[in-house]
């Protein structure tokens, strides 16, 4: 989804309370779910977050950096009026972001006139194809229990001192798919 119109951002200093990792900040209007969120400190600190629920006139906001040493008394928290947004441009080739899309490589930022949301839609698990090809491991207790299909992770739990890397390795080394070439491993 790339944005086309900006809307106006809505700055408020009316925060109820600091509940862990939430902001509940209210007399809010006009503010949306996943909206993007400037939460500029007393201390000039500024920090990051998302609207999480809207309720009523209570917007709730996940802070991304924690909410530690924060009051809910002398800041203020500008809403975006869209979700995270990031420059879509090729000159992203070779750079290294953050979780908020802030180059932190050392480079130039990264500018562009199209935008995109980081947040995707959702993905509907009825509009999946269904796993059609097995996945032969070599490890019986895997193959009959709990059967791989390509394309599926398979998650290897442990605790220290047990050979998880040598099962993985196993594997890895010797799973195969009927029908398939060994190009796809």
Known sequence: ??????????????????????????????????????????SGETRHGSVVDVSRDVAIVQVFEGT????????????????????????????????????????????????TAVSGNPINPAQRDVPRDPVITGVSAIDGLMTLVRGQKLPVFSVGGLPHLELAIQIAAQASVEGASQEWA
């Open 68 to 115: 530690d040493d924060m009051t809910a008394t002398g800041n203020r928290v500008a809403f975006s009026g869209s979700p995270l947004e990031m420059p879509l441009t090729d000159r992203w080739l070779g750079r290294i972001a953050n979780g908020r899309g802030a180059p932190i490589d050392g480079g130039p930022p990264v500018v562009s006139s199209v935008r």
């Open 1 to 42: 989804m790339i944005s086309k119109a900006f809307v106006a951002p809505v700055e408020a200093t009316t925060i109820d309370r600091v509940d862990g990792p939430l902001l509940f900040v209210t007399g809010m209007h006009d503010v949306g779910f996943d909206e993007y969120v400037e939460i500029h400190l007393a």
